[in-house]
């Protein structure tokens, strides 16, 4: 779960937060979303599923203000050891990553997550 401050604010039409975060030693992205379910982010979803990004989980809540949120994890498989990308699919990957949320004016940093956040 993403941590938002309200659901009254978004990025994009749809999103209310984004993190592009791989777990050690970060090597293979993940796409973490938190949308909202009412007005899902359609196009983006569509522009991963296209690139071969499935999506691993979805969860609703409701957040602390009374809004609701569905957060979704989105990965995808590369040829390296366990499923890893290898660095021309890193490349790729980020840069269609870094293309799709730039299509609707998210920048996106991307991130390695602690070992505590990655296996907890």
Known sequence: MLFL???SVTKAPGIYEVDIA???PGKTFGVYMATD???PPVDVIAALKAAGFENTHSSGYTHKDRGKVLDMHFHKDGTDLFKGWKPEENAANMALITKVFGDVGI???PRVMSLAEAYA
């Open 107 to 109: 920048t996106i940093t």
């Open 22 to 24: 791989a777990k050690p």
């Open 5 to 7: 401050k309200s659901t």
């Open 37 to 39: 379910p009412d007005n």
